[in-house]
């Protein structure tokens, strides 16, 4: 179980941060000098300091989608492959415009991963 922290502890964190905003100029104080501060004194003071025990949650980065991927004739880069054997819509790099290679077929030899099924695309009629 937690314990709450005392009165006196507070009142050392008060007083660290009321004067770290006397001595420094607001232009270059930081909330890193203020925790700084705060934790001098409350060493000073005799209390205890320690960080955090509780884990910070990584992001995974999220994985390529599992379709064939090619290389664009326009840009050179890496895209998905569409089911009709085509790369897939993109901006050129740097720009908010489309792609010239966008829906067009990759480069020859450049698909990787899998084989594109042209026949999920056809219309049977």
Known sequence: MKQPI?????????AAVEEYQLITPSSQATSAGIASRVAQELIASGFEVRTATRSVKRRRPRPRSRSPRGVCRTCERDYAITRDGRIREHNAPGQSTG???SRKTPVPGSITSA?????RSSCST
């Open 99 to 101: 792609c010239r290679g």
């Open 115 to 119: 084989v594109v099924d042209r026949s």
């Open 6 to 14: 005392p009165a006196a502890a507070f009142a050392a964190m008060r």
